[in-house]
């Protein structure tokens, strides 16, 4: 049957002013092509355009994914790294540690793999196997926040936000792995696991509001997204919480598959979206932005090879140097480093003489009184600061 | 960072501390590690020394 009501203006009568427009549950409210809705529309509840997913309340339309380097795209230290898993590092892709104390190890790399439109990602291969993980052994990678980037999920408060993260998956074989949050500022956590295929899969899952215990508003570490792949029973000997509770070590990652069982075991991992509400297309952006927003934490200077980097003329045993400007303010002040010997003229090797967030003043101590100069001679031979949280 | 030895150093001009020289098992790097509980290599100095080690002057 079909009802056609032919009208210019339908105008509420109820006391609120409500017009409704109701299908039956299954079919569709149509409006025909090239119809203008003038005015101001609103929508509650999740919101379908196109085929894509809109940011529900408390997202954003741009700068709603709270993780950094999402896309794997960012790998200042290295692209790949061996012989991973015995202690805590950031070996290879920007923002990711790596933690373990087993005796399996892992190759860690950034890789040319992903699901349509997105280019890297992160590949975790086993290289030495541990068949038996002692109790309290562990291996997972995670990526840390500040609490002044988690502000909006308004944690600890009557309006506190559900928390989407999501991202995109594949191994070698069937396997189940733990992602959890875990609020370091207040110690509680929630955690669900995860199946993994052959196939690239997108996987979402929405933690619940927490209205207990909110994160710290500065720049230190409130919170870590955790990607659990091997533990002991230490960890896994309890029940993962699907609602924020304080922590318990036993709860931390139930019902895993151990990742370092075999050498055969690879996992991939891209697309990581961390947002308010509910889950929404991966947020891309360009390579600058999360190189800019990476290098917060961790930048990596290398002058020209053969090239001078600083030189001048100072009285002997004073100091010959030149200020460098990071490029962004860093997160807190950095440890600096400085890799390899560097080819030098009338002057010991070059060294730090200062640093602040913002930059350092890098120099050498002359020999004597002459023209001085220090440059790297070899690709090996670079600058780094570190503030990685 | 796995530390070997911790080393203050002044500033070359005013003569007055400000950071740590830091030696590890990665023999062709050179740490300097702020004196700033906002760094997580200072905190690892620190855990150091309470396992019974010494900063030099």
């Known amino acids: 049957m079909t009802s056609t009501i032919k ?21 569709t409210v149509a409006i025909s092509d090239n119809t203008a809705i003038t005015g101001t529309l609103s929508a509650t509840g999740a919101a379908t355009l196109s085929s894509q997913a809109y940011p529900t309340a408390g997202g954003l339309w741009s700068g709603r994914n709270m993780v950094i380097n999402g896309s794997m795209a960012v790998s200042q230290r290295a692209t790949s790294a061996t012989g991973l898993g015995a202690a805590a590092s950031y070996p290879t892709l920007d923002r990711y540690q790596l ?19 997105i280019a890297n990602c992160l590949k975790l291969a086993c290289t030495t196997a541990d068949t038996s993980i002692a109790s309290g052994g562990y291996f997972f990678f995670h990526q840390k926040f500040e609490g002044q980037n988690l502000q909006r999920w308004a944690k ?51 933690f619940p509001a927490d209205t ?42 139930p019902g895993i598959t151990q990742f ?32 800019q927003k990476c290098q917060r ?22 100091v010959v ?24 003229s009338n002057c010991g090797q070059p060294a730090f003489q200062s640093f602040s967030v913002d930059g350092f003043l890098f120099g050498a101590t002359t020999s004597s009184a002459a023209d001085t100069y220090f440059y790297p001679d070899a690709s090996s031979e670079y600058i780094t600061a570190s503030a990685e949280l | ?51 019974g080690n010494t900063i030099e002057d």
């Not at chain 1, 140097?321 to 030098?344: D, H, L, N």
Request: glycine share 8%; proline share 3%.
């Open chain 1, 7 to 27: 009208a210019d203006v339908v105008t509420a009568q109820t006391t609120n002013g409500n017009v409704t427009l109701q299908g039956n549950g299954t079919g």
């Open chain 1, 99 to 117: 933690a373990g104390n087993t005796n399996g190890r892992v190759t860690m790399s950034q890789t040319a793999d992903g699901p349509s439109g």
């Open chain 1, 156 to 206: 600890g408060t009557a309006d506190a936000k559900t928390v989407t993260v999501s991202f995109w998956v594949k191994g070698n074989a069937s396997a189940t792995y733990v992602v959890a949050l875990e609020d370091a500022d207040n110690t509680r956590h929630c955690g669900f696991t995860f199946p993994v295929t052959t196939s690239w899969t997108r996987i979402t899952r929405t």
């Open chain 1, 212 to 253: 207990t215990g909110a994160f710290d508003d500065d720049n230190a570490y409130s919170l870590t997204c955790i990607f659990h792949l091997s533990a002991g029973s230490d960890r896994t000997s309890g029940t993962l919480p699907s609602t924020w509770q304080a922590t318990v070590t036993a709860n931390r990652c």
């Open chain 1, 260 to 291: 370092l069982d075999s050498t055969s075991r690879t996992f991939f991992l891209t697309g990581l979206q961390m947002e308010v509400g509910a889950a929404t297309p991966f947020e891309h952006e360009s390579y600058s932005e999360t190189l």
């Open chain 1, 297 to 318: 934490y961790f930048t990596k200077i290398a002058p020209k090879v053969n090239a001078v980097t600083v030189r001048g003329y100072n009285s002997s045993g004073a």
């Open chain 1, 321 to 344: 140097s030149s200020w460098f400007s990071f490029p962004t303010q860093m997160r807190t002040e950095p440890t600096c480093a400085i890799t390899g010997t560097w080819a030098v």
């Open chain 2, 1 to 51: 960072m796995n530390i070997q030895s911790v080393k203050k150093i002044n500033d070359s001009a005013t003569g007055l501390f400000f950071a740590y020289e830091v030696l590890t098992d990665e023999p062709n790097i050179r740490y300097t590690v702020p004196h700033n509980e906002e760094n997580s290599d200072y905190q690892a100095i620190l855990e150091w020394v309470v396992e």
